[in-house]
């Protein structure tokens, strides 16, 4: 995150610097991480298992995960937290 930025700019910039994907910041939370923040994002592209390159030549290639990967950086009880969140509780950022 750059130092002016919000943390749902700083989501949506990573995305697109990643992906090459646009999307919209819907919500944030910033109480289910400790230490971080989690966005919501909406994107207007049909997910697909497949893989394809990064804008960044830092990263191989990009792709959606059906499924939770093994080598996740967050660890189980972090992700159960994020899938089953309640983001009507959470910053609304839409409209």
């Not at 949506?12 to 994002?41: C, F």
Request: net charge negative; charged share 30%.
């Amino acid at each position: 995150m750059n130092r002016d930025e919000a943390p749902e700019e700083a989501a949506l910039r990573e995305l697109y610097e990643e992906t090459g994907v646009l999307g919209t910041a819907k919500a944030i939370d910033s109480d289910l991480i400790e230490g971080g923040h989690v966005v919501l994002v909406e994107i207007d592209i049909p997910v697909s298992p497949q893989p394809w390159e990064s804008m960044d030549d830092a990263i191989q290639e990009v792709g959606w995960c059906l499924q939770v990967p093994d080598n996740s950086a967050w660890g189980d009880d972090e992700i159960e937290r994020i899938i089953d969140h309640d983001w009507s509780t959470s910053i609304s950022l839409g409209s």
